[in-house]
T-cell receptor, first 114, second 114 residues
Framework: AQTVTQSQPEMSVQEAETVTLSCTYD???????LFWYKQPPSRQMILVIRQEAYKQQNATENRFSVNFQKAAKSFSLKISDSQLGDAAMYFC???????????FGTGTRLTIIP | DTEVTQTPKHLVMGMTNKKSLKCEQHMGHRAMYWYKQKAKKPPELMFV???????INESVPSRFSPECPNSSLLNLHLHALQPEDSALYLC?????????????FGPGTRLTVT
């Protein structure tokens, strides 16, 4: 079974600084997508970024970028120039092959310090 | 338009009540999902509909009854719930269920069972 691990339950970063959230996963598949979701205190889950495993280039969306290490099965999220609005719970998610479900990590709660 | 809407935003119900949660998307997605989320935890999958047919039931108690009247609508009928069913209920949609693409989430319904 596929597993997703987020080893940092909580993190904090000074406003305008850079922070990296880690995520590792386990799979025997070779082609798949990986996702980072953000859930602010207002609760709506928002897709932050998507990475396609067959693409060597790391995905980037404005201040959000990933460091995808396929061999190491690592998928970390880097947030540059952190803003107060980035405060949220961040979940990485990975497809559970064989039953078409998304497996979510346990989440990292990010606090932005003004 | 990448919006999934859910009503109501909040719901308080007694253990003998019958109520329904509603979800709507107009993105042309053919897969729709119900999740249950407890505080500070990742979403837990409950049901998956693919092309308006129930595809996955994660062994959810029968007091939860899903319904997909058409490709844009998803309902969750609630009856004889228990206090431990109090949670945030999230609806999501995606293009199809396989391959596993990103899912778009609604804002959720905060359910309290008294």
């Amino acid at each position: 079974a596929q597993t997703v691990t987020q080893s940092q339950p909580e993190m904090s970063v000074q406003e305008a600084e850079t922070v990296t959230l880690s995520c590792t996963y386990d799979t025997s598949e070779s082609d798949y997508y990986l996702f980072w979701y953000k859930q602010p205190p207002s609760r709506q889950m928002i897709l932050v970024i998507r990475q396609e495993a067959y693409k060597q280039q790391n995905a980037t969306e404005n201040r959000f970028s990933v460091n995808f290490q396929k061999a190491a099965k690592s998928f970390s999220l880097k947030i540059s120039d952190s803003q107060l609005g980035d405060a949220a719970m961040y979940f990485c998610a990975f497809p559970n092959f064989g039953n078409e479900k998304l497996t979510f990590g346990t989440g990292t709660r990010l606090t932005i310090i003004p | 338009d990448t919006e999934v809407t859910q009503t109501p935003k909040h719901l308080v119900m007694g253990m003998t009540n019958k109520k329904s949660l509603k979800c709507e998307q107009h993105m042309g997605h053919r897969a729709m999902y119900w999740y249950k989320q407890k505080a500070k935890k990742p979403p837990e999958l409950m049901f998956v509909y693919s092309y308006e047919k129930l595809s996955i039931n994660e062994s959810v108690p029968s007091r939860f009854s899903p319904e997909c009247p058409n490709s844009s609508l998803l309902n969750l009928h609630l009856h004889a719930l228990q206090p431990e069913d109090s949670a945030l209920y999230l609806c999501a949609s995606s293009q199809v269920i396989t391959p596993v693409y990103e899912q778009y989430f609604g804002p959720g319904t905060r359910l309290t069972v008294t």
